[in-house]
């Protein structure tokens, strides 16, 4: 028998679409989990769209509900803390020192940290998180770090073209962070792949080896918004829900999330393809189907997308 895990999942909420909470609750619990769910901010949908309107929660009121409810007054256990989108410097910074020391005073709950900072070398938050992240990576103790190519070069102060480049940047990431314990960047646009129209999602595990994995994921002509929420909370799942099976290793659960991402991203592709001009370049999907995706994400065992390289 096993039992329920608990996440306490902390990122943005959007009431149309599916990004942040919204991308990684219905499939943390479709796969078995019970999930806290805090919203750092209410858009009304992704700031992909041209417009979008809504609020975001201040610090305060954050820290009040993390530290005097959730884990206060209730006393809940969680055997993951799955962070994404932080509003500001300052909330980021409260929020990140309650979840740290929860992970400090017991080693049983997992951070899986998500640093959002930007994309496509465009910050989406003040400059000034990048630092703050630094920081956090530094001093607090954390299962997993989900960065996307533009992220890690941030975090670990270099840019990064080749594959050489690439293990160079994650030997950095764990000279500066050795308190985390894997890493995944996603989507690493290397030159040596440029003609195969790929992208390198590539991983690292501390405690087992000095060497990356990396496996290549054909690309899709589009852009995906909730992708790298979806990867972070899949890696949480197939990382710490044994699904009755013993634990895995993070190149076994890379190649199996990537295979779920992969899959729902074609879809929804698909689905939003139907009836649209195919000549359109690069077309800009406004929200992952995931609903639609139910079938996908029913998956047990999941299937692998190949084998990862060295
Ligand atoms: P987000 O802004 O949604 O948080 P991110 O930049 O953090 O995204 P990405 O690296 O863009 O994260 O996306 C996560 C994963 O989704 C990638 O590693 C890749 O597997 C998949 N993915 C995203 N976009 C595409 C695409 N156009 N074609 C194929 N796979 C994609
Ligand atoms: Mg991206
Ligand atoms: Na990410
Ligand atoms: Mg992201």
Not at 31 to 58: E, I
Not at 122 to 144: G, M
Not at 150 to 168: C, N, P, Q, Y
Request: with cysteine; net charge negative.
């Amino acid at each position: 028998l096993h039992t329920t895990k608990k996440v306490l999942s902390i990122q943005s909420h959007v009431i149309h679409g599916y990004v942040g909470n919204k991308a990684a609750t219905f499939p943390l619990q479709y796969r078995g989990w019970d999930v806290d769910v805090l919203n750092t901010v209410q858009f009304s949908n992704h700031p992909g769209y041209a417009h979008f309107t809504g609020f975001k929660f201040s610090t305060e009121e954050l820290v009040d509900i993390v530290e005097k409810g959730l884990v206060g007054a209730l006393g809940i256990k969680y055997d993951a803390v799955l962070s994404g989108y932080l509003p500001n410097v300052q909330a980021l910074q409260k929020v990140a020192g309650i979840v740290g020391q929860l992970c400090e005073d017991d080693e049983n709950v997992k951070w899986v940290l998500d640093p959002v900072l930007g994309d496509n070398g465009r910050l989406y938050v003040d400059e000034k998180c990048v630092a703050v992240y630094r920081n956090i990576l530094q001093n607090f103790r954390i299962f997993l770090a989900t960065p996307n190519q533009f992220e890690m070069e941030l975090l670990v102060g270099m840019s990064i073209h080749t594959l050489d480049d690439a293990k160079r940047a994650f030997e950095l990431f764990h000279e500066k962070y050795p308190r985390v314990a894997r890493v995944v960047v996603t989507s690493l646009e290397l030159s040596e792949f440029s003609n195969d129209n790929v992208y390198v999602v590539a991983g690292f595990d501390s405690s087992l080896s000095n060497e990356i994995f990396f496996y290549k994921i054909p690309k899709i002509n589009a852009t995906f918004s909730g992708s790298g929420d979806l990867i972070s909370a899949m890696l949480t799942d197939s990382l710490l829900n044994d699904h009755g099976h013993t634990q895995q290793t993070l190149s076994t659960s890379l190649g199996q999330v990537l295979w779920l991402v992969t899959s729902i991203l074609q879809r929804t592709y698909d689905l939003n393809v139907a009836g649209q001009d195919p000549h359109d370049s690069a077309i800009r999907i406004k929200d992952l189907k995931l609903i639609q995706c139910r079938d996908i994400l029913k998956q047990d065992p999941v299937p692998t997308i190949g084998k990862p390289e060295t």
